[in-house]
C-alpha cells in the first residue's frame, strides 16, 4: 500500500523537475538571441565566448546529474546543459561586460577590409555590413538600409568604444567615413 503512494508522488516529482527544466532552458534560449545583439557590438574572440559556453555546460550538466532527477537520457540532459548553462553563461559574460563598461570613450578610424549585405528583412532590404580588423580581431558591422549607398563609396569607419567589465570592447558608436 506505501509502493503505490511513494510511486505516484515521485512520478510527479519526474514531471515537475522536467517542466522546470524546460522552463529555463526557454528562458536561457530567449536570453541566448538578447546576447547575440550584444555580441554585435561586442569585441570579443570567439575562443572566449567557447570557454564560457562550455564552462556554463559542465557546472549545468554535473548539477542536473547530481541533484536533478528526471526521466531524460544522459545525451538529452547534455543538450539541455549545453542550451541552459551554456546560453546563460553566454548572456551572463557578454551583458556583464556590457552593463559594466568603463564610460571612458575611444574614437579610433579602421580600414574596411570587406563590404556585403545581409540577406533582405521583411522590411526587404539588405542590411549593408563592413568587416574591419579590430586590432587583430575581424569584426563585422552592420550598418541601417539607409546607410547601403554611403557604404559603397566609403572605405573607412570611425568607431567610438569604451572597455567592458572583462576588458572586452563595447562599440557605442560607428560612422562611415570616405
Known amino acids: 500500500m506505501t509502493q503505490t ?4 508522488n515521485k512520478q510527479l516529482k519526474i514531471i515537475t523537475n522536467e ?5 529555463l532552458s526557454l528562458i536561457s534560449l530567449i536570453l541566448s538571441v538578447w546576447g547575440i545583439l550584444i555580441y554585435r557590438m561586442t569585441i570579443v574572440s570567439n575562443k572566449y565566448l567557447f570557454a564560457g559556453v562550455a564552462f556554463g555546460t ?9 541533484f536533478v532527477k528526471n526521466g531524460y537520457t544522459i545525451f538529452q540532459n547534455l ?3 549545453v ?3 551554456g546560453g546563460l553563461s553566454y548572456f551572463t559574460m557578454l551583458y556583464f561586460n556590457q ?5 571612458e570613450v575611444f574614437n579610433e578610424e579602421f580600414e574596411i577590409i570587406t563590404k556585403g549585405t545581409l540577406g533582405r528583412s521583411k522590411s526587404g532590404c539588405s542590411q549593408p555590413y563592413a568587416i574591419v580588423d579590430f586590432h ?5 558591422l552592420v550598418f541601417y538600409c539607409d546607410y547601403a549607398q554611403t557604404l559603397k563609396e566609403c572605405s573607412k569607419v570611425v568607431v567610438s568604444y569604451s572597455k567592458g567589465l572583462f576588458g572586452f570592447d563595447i562599440i557605442r558608436n560607428k560612422q562611415l567615413a570616405p
Open 19 to 23: 517542466a522546470i527544466l524546460t522552463l
Open 5 to 8: 503512494k511513494t510511486a505516484p
Open 136 to 140: 587583430g580581431t575581424e569584426k563585422q
Open 58 to 66: 559542465i557546472i549545468a550538466f554535473s548539477i542536473i546529474l547530481m
Open 83 to 85: 542550451v541552459l548553462g
Open 99 to 103: 552593463r559594466f563598461a568603463n564610460s
Open 79 to 81: 543538450i539541455g546543459s
